[in-house]
């Protein structure tokens, strides 16, 4: 107060007692006061506001320099080489490898202009909460280049052999050839491509490498819609397969010539399953044919009916299931009983070695009558002029039965297998460039399916056929495990016309007992015909978890064929069923597992993990018949209901 009136009236001389000069009136005094704080404060709000302004102002012209500027030329060149990854993603679709390697070399160039433009986002790493995505976005970049090095070694490695592999190169020999001729260019080439592939493996480990510092917990879950850590964990775990699958090839790649016969000629057997006539293995062995493999060149050097050499010869004890219901002894044809395609091409091996005159041979093929239909859907129809008949995929299986069982007699009634797979052979590796594709994709879903099976004697090849599922194994699991194995004893060629289910109910208790029913259900939706269809005859194993015990088996029509044993690391309940023309009829099975469904980590969360194991042979018994039909339930919640095409795994958080 003092300070404004000596400022205001500097000179007037101030009677206090006398209130002169002053306003004697305690309010109208007050008022002349703030009258007089006014103006100044006035003056600094706008100076403070003028001050906070500026410096939004200049804030806001760095923000714009430093972040928003940088970060949309950023967005827009990602947009750019995000278009040519797709060109180059087409390019290698189109199997067109100039222009692949043209996408890649502008891949390179763009990459680099986007990891500029990340690079003046630089301040975002000295951000505290901020700076953890950064690093992340620089191992991801890091990633990136390992991944183009990587690329550019392949398609350098691969381009001057482009033609072998079916790709188009403006640098490689563009004359036509044949699968055979493929094969031989491909055993001479293999050793030059062993460099390059090294060095992209060592680049994609370092790919690898710099992803895994990404966590995808350190992210929201979704963003705008878009799920934000599925896809980075999806990302991650494509490029660790893609890490183990090119180091598993690896091996392969380098045995590969051996295995295609340089420098020794490679002979193969392959076996002719019936899987009309289901047994453990895809079906019954029918007919054989032994091939060879010179340096890449193809040959089938011998192909006839499996009783040419069988001539009912037993060297070995026969299963209890074989003598109860089909021959007294173990015969060649019958000797894949196991479920586990190499146990029973080992048990094959004893009666091939007794035979005279037949080649050495370094592993066994096992193929079905549906390998040969899919194969036929690619290749088209076959004239056999021999036979006067033309085989196409919608009557090759019906044809080949008819002609075994009715037309053809003798020695030479299932000839015919031999001679059509010998024409088969002849298509595919006279195939054209176009076809390569299509064959080779439907050869992988056929095998994936186990419509064909491989047993190798070389170790290398082996273990790469059972790790990924080539081989027909019976596989170890940790958990619950359910394979169903059928063996048609004696009932013809039934399973043409046989419609499977398959029904699991598992109840677990509240002290995590597991007791589960397994009901199995045959339909025979043919008539009697006396050559084709007739009673189905089926001798039931079900492999499950060691150790399980045996509640119950119902259903069924011989009650010594009701039995527990152990094979395989597992134990097995059988049982024995007989099934009429136009009826159906259903087993089960009730059995408690050998272990408890129990909490684990902090939450005590439970999980329930299965893995059913489809068998060989299984498929679509016709057209208008469907596929195995499999339904899961977990305490009365059905948790799956799906076609068994393949071996499937399932987790389930309860």
Known sequence: MEYFINEKIPNEEV??????????????ATLGVKQEIKKPFKKRFWKTLGIILGIFLVVLLIGYFILIRPGYTLYKDSLKLYATANELKLSLSEQNLTKAEQSLGEIKSELLVVEKDYE?????????????????????????????????????????????????????????????????????????????????????DNLESDLQEVNPEDYPKSILGYDVQEKITEIKNLTTSAKKVSHDVRPILEKLPEALGEPETKNYLVLFQNDKELRP?????????????????????????????????????????????????????????????????ETFEIYWNKLADVPEISGIIGVDTEFVRAFMEVLGPIELPQYGETFEASNVVYELELYSEKVLQGPYRKNLLGDLMGEMVDRVFAAKKDQWRSLIDKAFTEISRKHMLFYFHDTTLQSFAEEYNFAGRIKEFDGDYLHVSDANLGGLKSDYWLERNVDQKINIAD???????????????????????????????????????????????????????????KTVFSNYSRTIPLSSKTIKFTYTLPFKVTGTGLFGTKEYKLLVQKQPGLGQPQPDLKRPQYTIEINGEVKADYELLTDSEFTWEL
């Open 511 to 569: 002290d995590g007992t597991v007791t589960k029913e397994v009901s199995i259900t045959y339909n025979n939706r043919g008539a009697y015909d006396g050559w084709l269809n007739s009673t189905t005859r089926v001798y039931t194993r079900i492999y499950v978890p060691l150790g399980s015990t045996l509640n119950s088996i119902e259903g069924g029509d011989d009650e010594k064929a009701k039995t527990t044993s152990e094979d395989l690391g």
């Open 120 to 204: 003046r986002l630089g301040v975002l790493k000295y951000t505290p909460f901020l700076s953890k995505y950064y690093k992340d976005g620089s191992a991801v970049f890091s990633a990136a280049n390992h991944g183009v090095i990587a690329s550019d070694l392949v398609i350098q490695g691969i381009e001057p052999f482009s033609n072998i592999f079916g790709f188009t190169s403006d640098k490689a020999n563009e004359e036509e050839i044949n699968a055979d001729q493929k094969l031989e260019e491909l055993v001479q080439a293999m050793p030059q491509l062993l460099p390059s592939l090294d060095a992209a493996l060592e680049e994609i």
């Open 15 to 28: 009677n206090l007692d006398n209130h002169q000069g002053i306003n004697s009136n305690p309010e109208t």
């Open 281 to 345: 293995t895809g079906g019954f062995i029918t007919a054989y044919a032994i091939i060879s493999m010179d340096k890449g060149r193809f040959k089938i050097v011998k192909s006839e009916d499996i009783y040419n050499i069988d001539k009912d010869q037993s060297y070995m004890e026969a299963p209890q299931a074989i003598k109860d219901y089909l021959v007294p002894g173990l015969y060649m044809r019958d000797s894949n009983w196991s479920p586990d395609f190499k146990v029973s091409m």
